[in-house]
Structures are given as C-alpha cells and as structure tokens.
C-alpha cells in the first residue's frame, strides 16, 4: 500500500505561481510512475504532468496545455514529488490530485492505470 498527501494549494491572482508537493509513504519502492492530475467542478479528470521514478535522470513528461509553465520534479530522500506551477490562468481553476502507479508501463494520461491517490489539494486561480 501507499500513501500519498497533497499540499501547497490556494488561492493565486493569475500569472502567479505555486508549488505543490505530493509526500508519499508506505511501500514507495514499488512505485514506477507517478502524476499529478486536476478536476475543475463539472469536468473529466485530466492529466497534467508525469514521471518515471525508475529512471536515472528521471523522466518527465507534461501535458501540451502546460508544457513551459508546470515542472514536475522528485526528491528521493523525501519521498516527494513536486508541481512547480507558473503562469497560471484563471481556467487552471481546479483540484489538483497526485497518482502513483505500480505497474511496469501505462498511459500516464489514463487515470485508471493508478492504483493510489491522494485526497487532492485546491488551487484557485482569480483573474
């Protein structure tokens, strides 16, 4: 099992920036990708941001919306996966979510290829 816990949410004028964290325990040494994911109220849940933790360097991948503007790195000692978010827009309104899978490959963007997730973390963009 694992155990993930979002933070860093809140409220931001647009073009700001944030940075959240996503702290994993239990058993991290089987955890192959993980993601950070967003919902806003009434729409699907879409995938932002992804790594292979399995990789050294690791690799990184982010959806096109956000590609220059979102980093997603990790901290191996800590066990934490950040979201560096920059330039945000009011439409990036939304629950931000951390996923981590154990399977040997999937389709970062799939939600369902994630057995484990957090509780979420609220980012509010204002215009």
């Known amino acids: 099992q694992v155990q993930l816990v979002e933070s860093g949410g809140g409220s931001v004028q647009a073009g700001g920036s944030l940075r959240l964290s996503c702290a994993a325990s239990?058993?991290?040494?089987?955890?192959?990708?993980m993601s950070w994911f967003r919902q806003a109220p009434g729409k699907e849940r879409e995938w932002v941001a992804g790594?292979?933790?399995?990789?050294?360097?690791?690799?990184?991948f982010s959806a096109g919306s956000v590609k220059g503007r979102f980093t997603i790195s990790q901290d191996n000692a800590k066990n934490t996966v950040y979201l560096q978010m920059n330039t945000l827009k009011p439409e990036e309104t939304a629950m931000y979510y951390c996923a981590a899978s154990t399977r040997p490959s999937l389709a970062l963007e799939s939600p369902s290829g994630y057995q484990y997730w957090g509780q979420g973390t609220q980012v509010t963009v204002s215009s």
């Open positions: 790594i292979d933790t399995r990789t050294r360097p690791v690799s990184t």
């Open positions: 239990g058993a991290t040494y089987s955890v192959n990708y």
